[in-house]
C-alpha cells in the first residue's frame, strides 16, 4: 500500500559524486561513495569526529524519519509501555555456586543495567548479598554504557569486568578489590571483552583488538600491573583469524582459538603455570574445526571436531601429552543429520547440546558407567540453552528451555538420578496464557526442492485469511542457528492479529552443517530462495497473503532483506533492515575494512576470485537497486558500528531514493551515539523496537488494531 502524504516533508536527496574503477574487467560506478569518512576510524571510536558533511546529511534523514512517524508517536508509547510490562521492575537470576560463594545477577526497579551480586553459598536469601558491580552507577553520566566480561578471580577476591562507552566495541578492562572497593591496576584499553585468570588469580589473560576490529593478540599481565607491562603470548598473524580466549569447565586449562569461519587452531595455556608457553593442541588445517574441552579424571582431551569428513562433528580423545591428529580416537562418531553444537566435561558426566532437524536436545552420558540418555521435549518448536556454571566436580546440569509461546525457564538437572528442579520461570508482570497462542513447525519447499523450516506464532482466535498480517524474520549466515524461542516483546504484534515467522533458511546450521555450507559463498542464493519460498508458502497455506507481509532482518539479515526486495518487492507490504550488511561487493573488496579478511571464507573473496566476484554482484542489495517499485522500507544504522560500517545502509538509502519508482516511505535511521546493537539498557533498547513495530503497524495499515492481551 503507499504511504505517501502531502502533509510531511520531501525526503532529503544525497548529492551524486560517481567514483568508478574496473575490477576483473567489470566497471563498478558508486556515486554515495563520499558518505564514507575518510577518517571513519576516529569517527568509530569517536562520533563527534564524523564529517560534518556527512553528519548533516544522517541527521537530515533522521529528522525526516522523526517528522514522518510522527503520528505514530502515541503508538510507540503505548508500545513501549506494553514490551515494558512483561519485563519485571525488579529481578534477579538463579545463584550459581563457586565454592564458598553463589554469585548471580539482578535489575533494582527500573534499572537499565545490571547489578552483579553474591552471597554466602548455603544462605537461603538475600540479607547477606554483596554488590561487586553496580551497572546503573557505573553508567551514570555516560551516553553509551555497555558491561561485556565481568570475571570474579578464582581466590574470590577480585573482579575484572570490560567496559564500552563508545558503542565501537573497543572495552577497556579494569580490576576491583572486593574487600577495598578499590581499583587494583589503571584501566587497560582496546580489549575485546573477554577476560580469564589464572588459577592462583595473581595473572590475568586478555586479548586486544588490531586497528581493523580484530581480536588478534592475547595478552599476559600480573595482577596490579599497568598495560605497558603485559607479556604478549600469542599473536595471529593471519588477517583473515580472529583470536579468542576461554577455559576448560575442569579451570586447568585456559584455551586461545584462533580460526576463521571454516578452519582452527587451540593452544594450552596451563592456568596453574601461567607464564608457561602455550601448547598447540593441532596445527590448523583448512577446512578443519575443532573445540577442546578436559576430561581432568582420564587424563585426556575431548575435542568436538569435523575432522575426517564429520561435517556435523564429531568427539574424539586425545592424551594430553600427545594430542596432536595423528592421536585422535573416536569417542562419540559422526551421525550425519545429527549436529552436535556443544560439550561439557564435567567430573563424572559428559553433557552433548545437538540439534537434529532443526530441534535441539541435551544428552547425557555417565562417564563411569557409559550410560547415555537425553532430556525429552514435547513442544512442536523450542529453545534450549545450557549453562555451565563455575564448577567441574558437580552432578547438577542447569539449562534453560523456552518456546515461542511458553516463557523461559530455569531447570536444575540431576544427571544422576534424571530428576528436575524448577528454579525459575520468566514473570511476566502484565499477564500471559501461553495456550492463547499456536506454535507451528511448517515447511516450504524451495526451488530446487530443499524443505526450509518456518516456525510460526499466532494467537489461537487469529483468524487467517489472506488479509492476516505477518511478520517474515530472517537471518541465515555464519551458521547461526535462528532459535525458537520467546520474545515478550514480539506479543505486541502477535496480539494485534499477526503471524509472526521464523524462516530457518540455508546459511544457518538448523538442519546441520550442510545446511550452513550451501547457504553460503557460491550458494549463497540459496539463502533469499529460502526466504521467498517461506513467504509464498505462507501465502498458498493461507496464513498470509502477498503485501501483507513484513520483511525483517538485521545486519547478514539486513542484507537477505535487501537481497529478497530487489528480487520478489511484491511479496512485500513492509519490510525493515536493521545495520544491514548491504554493500556486500565493495566492502569484500577492501581488505582494510574492519573485519573484510575474516569475512572472505564466508562470502567468497572477489579480489582474487572472479566467479565470487560475479556472485557477489549478483545479490549484493546496492548494486541490484533499480528503477522499480519497492515496498515501504525502514533502515537502522550506527555511526560506532565497527560490524556493518554506518555508510553502508546510508549508501544503500541513497540509491534507493534516487532509483526507485514508487512513492512508498524510505526511511533511515542512524544511531549518531551507538554501535552494532544499537542502544543498551534493557528498557532503553525497547524504544527502538517500539520504532520498528509502530513503521510496519503504519505501513500495513494495522496501526489501530487493540491487543487482545496475553
Not at 564458598?100 to 537499565?112: C, H, K, L, N
Request: some cysteine.
Amino acid at each position: 500500500m503507499s504511504t505517501a502524504r502531502h502533509d510531511i516533508p520531501t525526503p532529503p536527496r544525497a548529492p551524486r559524486r560517481e567514483t568508478r574503477r574496473t575490477v576483473h574487467g567489470a566497471t563498478l560506478v558508486d556515486p554515495y561513495a563520499w558518505l564514507r569518512d575518510p577518517a571513519w576510524r576516529e569517527a568509530m571510536r569517536d562520533p563527534g569526529k564524523l564529517d560534518p558533511a556527512i553528519r548533516e546529511y544522517l541527521e537530515a534523514e533522521n529528522a525526516y524519519t522523526d517528522t514522518v512517524m510522527a503520528d505514530t508517536r502515541g503508538l510507540q508509547d503505548a508500545l513501549v509501555a506494553e514490551m515494558r510490562g512483561r519485563i519485571p521492575e525488579r529481578d534477579q537470576g538463579v545463584p550459581t555456586p563457586d565454592g564458598p560463594w553463589a554469585y548471580y545477577v539482578r535489575f533494582r526497579e527500573g534499572g537499565e543495567h545490571p547489578v552483579f551480586c553474591r552471597r554466602p553459598r548455603e544462605a537461603g536469601d538475600d540479607r547477606d548479598e554483596q554488590v561487586l558491580l553496580d551497572g546503573d552507577a557505573e553508567a551514570e553520566g555516560q551516553a553509551y554504557f555497555q558491561l561485556a566480561g565481568v570475571v570474579h578471580s578464582r581466590d574470590h577476591r577480585y573482579l575484572a569486568y570490560t567496559v564500552d562507552t563508545v558503542g565501537a566495541e573497543f572495552y577497556s578492562l579494569h580490576v576491583r578489590d572486593l574487600e577495598t572497593g578499590g581499583e587494583v591496576q589503571p584501566p587497560v584499553a582496546g580489549v575485546a571483552g573477554g577476560v580469564h585468570w589464572s588459577a592462583d588469580s595473581r595473572t590475568l589473560f586478555y586479548v586486544t583488538l588490531d586497528d581493523n576490529h580484530r581480536p588478534c593478540r592475547v595478552w599476559r599481565l600480573a595482577l596490579g600491573g599497568a598495560a605497558d607491562s603485559a607479556t604478549l603470548v600469542y599473536e595471529e598473524a593471519d588477517p583473515g583469524f580472529f583470536v579468542g580466549l576461554s577455559e576448560t569447565q575442569s579451570g586447568d586449562y585456559l584455551l586461545i582459538d584462533a580460526h576463521d569461519h571454516e578452519t582452527s587452531e587451540v593452544r594450552l595455556i596451563d592456568a596453574a603455570r601461567p607464564e608457561a608457553p602455550p601448547r598447540v593442541v593441532a596445527p590448523r588445517d583448512p577446512l578443519v574445526e575443532y573445540d577442546v574441552e578436559h576430561d581432568a579424571e582420564g587424563g585426556r582431551l575431548v575435542i568436538l571436531t569435523n575432522a575426517d569428513g564429520a561435517e556435523d562433528f564429531k568427539l574424539v580423545t586425545a592424551p594430553l601429552d600427545d594430542p596432536g591428529r595423528e592421536n585422535w580416537r573416536d569417542l562419540v562418531p559422526h551421525e550425519p543429520g545429527r549436529l552436535i553444537l556443544d560439550m561439557i566435561e564435567y567430573a563424572g558426566h559428559r553433557v552433548r547440546l545437538e540439534r537434529v532437524d532443526a530441534l535441539p536436545r541435551v544428552v547425557i552420558t555417565d562417564k563411569a558407567g557409559g550410560d547415555e540418555h537425553a532430556i525429552a521435549f514435547d513442544e512442536a518448536a523450542y529453545a534450549l540453552g545450557l549453562a555451565p556454571g563455575y564448577e567441574y566436580d558437580t552432578a547438577t546440569l542447569r539449562y534453560s528451555y523456552a518456546s515461542p509461546a511458553t516463557p523461559d525457564a530455569t531447570y536444575d538437572y540431576d544427571m544422576r538420578d534424571r530428576g528436575r528442579v524448577l528454579r525459575k520461570r520468566r514473570h511476566i508482570p502484565s499477564g500471559h496464557d501461553p495456550e492463547a497462542y499456536r506454535v507451528e513447525r511448517v515447511h516450504a519447499r524451495a526451488p530446487d526442492g530443499e524443505s526450509v523450516p518456518v516456525t510460526l506464532l499466532y494467537r489461537r482466535d487469529t483468524e487467517l485469511s489472506a488479509d492476516t498480517p505477518c511478520l517474515l524474520y530472517g537471518y541465515g549466515a555464519y551458521g547461526i542457528a535462528e532459535a525458537a524461542a520467546f520474545s515478550g516483546n514480539r506479543l505486541s504484534l502477535v496480539d494485534r492479529g499477526f503471524v509472526y515467522a521464523v524462516a530457518h533458511v540455508r546459511g544457518g546450521m538448523e538442519r546441520g552443517y550442510r545446511w550452513y555450507r550451501e547457504g553460503k559463498g557460491p550458494r549463497k542464493t540459496n539463502t533469499f530462495d529460502d526466504f521467498i519460498a517461506a513467504a509464498e508458502h505462507l501465502i498458498a497455506a493461507g496464513y498470509t497473503g502477498a503485501g501483507r507481509i513484513a520483511a525483517l532482518g538485521g545486519s547478514a539479515g539486513g542484507m537477505l532483506v535487501g537481497a529478497v526486495l530487489n528480487r520478489r518487492p511484491d511479496l512485500f507490504g513492509a519490510a525493515v533492515a536493521d545495520v544491514p550488511f548491504v554493500d556486500v561487493l565493495n566492502t569484500m573488496l577492501d581488505p582494510e575494512l574492519p573485519l573484510t579478511p575474516p569475512e572472505w571464507p564466508e562470502w567468497g573473496n572477489p579480489i582474487e576470485d572472479p566467479d565470487a566476484f560475479e556472485t557477489i554482484r549478483s545479490y549484493c542489495p546496492y548494486q541490484n537497486v533499480a528503477a522499480r517499485a519497492y515496498p515501504p522500507l525502514l533502515v537502522i544504522a550506527g555511526v560506532s558500528d565497527p560490524r556493518v560500517t554506518y555508510w553502508e545502509p546510508a549508501k544503500w538509502v541513497a540509491s534507493l531514493r534516487a532509483a526507485k519508482t514508487d512513492d512508498n516511505l524510505l526511511l533511515l535511521k542512524t544511531h549518531m551515539a551507538a554501535g552494532h546493537g544499537g542502544v543498551p539498557g534493557r528498557f532503553a533498547a525497547l524504544d527502538e523496537t517500539a520504532l520498528i513495530y509502530a513503521f510496519v503497524l503504519k505501513t500495513l495499515g494495522v496501526a489501530g488494531a487493540e491487543t487482545r492481551g496475553g
